[in-house]
């Protein structure tokens, strides 16, 4: 009796934790997915060792909405355009495995260009205006004091982007994007490897989108604090960050 009993108890745990891994990888492939912001390419919007949930549905699904992006398909089902000013997470088109996360700049047929440090898009500049900025932005080692700017693209999206005082990328080519696929770019616009680098990043097609970035959960200073310095690690909290809404 106590062997059936004990028995059916371990049946009941494997189908438990069977099914559990299911509804975890079902919630993680088409509802929503945290990641952990490594690099300061985003910053001042995203810092290193933000937490963030990304929503899965707001594009639609490919087969880089699952685990190992398994090749099940070559589209997309669902499929919504993303927005200009969209804050999403990719994958990148060089290995199509590695994970980033930048800004949509650039849509389908737009022509992108840097004249004079201004961003134009379709041959205008975007409205920007200088803000007020007194903090130095990370950019790998070291810390740079940063112009900071708030662009405002042609749909009305807003956000802050910075610019290393020391010098900034003045003028670019043309960058023509083409169908289905968007150009993108990081806040940290010294500091980040994005459409600029046809060769590393390049036009991102839209089978790549990943999902769009939603929220901050958690966020810690992994940099000034980490496990070697555990009597400090309860100063590495940035509680004002918890549950910020990401724009």
């Known amino acids: 009796?106590?062997?059936?009993?004990?028995?059916?108890?371990?049946?009941?745990?494997?189908?438990?934790?069977?099914?559990?891994?299911?509804?975890?990888?079902?919630?993680?492939?088409?509802?929503?997915?945290?990641?952990?912001?490594?690099?300061?390419?985003?910053?001042?919007?995203?810092?290193?060792?933000?937490?963030?949930?990304?929503?899965?549905?707001?594009?639609?699904?490919?087969?880089?909405s699952f685990p190992f992006s398994p090749n099940i398909s070559n589209s997309r089902v669902f499929y919504k355009k993303p927005n200009q000013g969209d804050l999403v997470v990719f994958k990148t088109p060089s290995d199509n495995r590695t994970d980033y996360i930048k800004r949509i700049i650039g849509l389908p047929g737009d022509t992108i260009q840097f004249k004079e440090g201004f961003i134009l898009i379709n041959e205008k500049k975007i409205i920007r205006k200088?803000?007020?900025?007194?903090?130095?932005?990370?950019?790998?080692?070291?810390?740079?004091?940063?112009?900071?700017?708030?662009?405002?693209?042609?749909?009305?999206?807003?956000?802050?982007?910075?610019?290393?005082?020391?010098?900034?990328?003045?003028?670019?080519?043309?960058?023509?994007?083409?169908?289905?696929?968007?150009?993108?770019?990081?806040?940290?616009?010294?500091?980040?490897?994005?459409?600029?680098?046809?060769?590393?990043?390049?036009?991102?097609?839209?089978?790549?989108?990943?999902?769009?970035a939603k929220i901050i959960f958690f966020s810690n200073d992994t940099i000034n604090s980490n496990l070697f310095k555990f009597w400090n690690l309860h100063n590495s909290f940035r509680l004002d960050r918890i549950f910020k809404i990401i724009k």
Not at 158 to 164: E, F, H
Not at 166 to 187: A, E
Request: proline share 3%; glycine share 6%; net charge positive.
């Open 1 to 64: 009796m106590i062997k059936k009993n004990t028995k059916k108890i371990i049946i009941d745990n494997i189908k438990t934790i069977f099914w559990a891994l299911i509804a975890a990888v079902l919630i993680r492939s088409l509802i929503v997915q945290p990641f952990y912001i490594p690099s300061s390419s985003m910053e001042p919007t995203l810092l290193i060792g933000d937490r963030i949930f990304v929503t899965k549905f707001n594009y639609g699904y490919s087969k880089h």
């Open 130 to 212: 200088k803000i007020k900025n007194e903090k130095k932005i990370r950019c790998g080692e070291f810390n740079f004091e940063v112009n900071a700017y708030e662009e405002t693209l042609p749909n009305g999206s807003r956000y802050i982007a910075v610019y290393n005082k020391l010098g900034t990328l003045q003028n670019s080519k043309k960058f023509n994007v083409p169908n289905n696929h968007y150009f993108l770019l990081g806040d940290n616009r010294d500091c980040s490897k994005d459409s600029r680098y046809l060769n590393e990043v390049g036009y991102v097609n839209s089978l790549n989108l990943v999902g769009k």
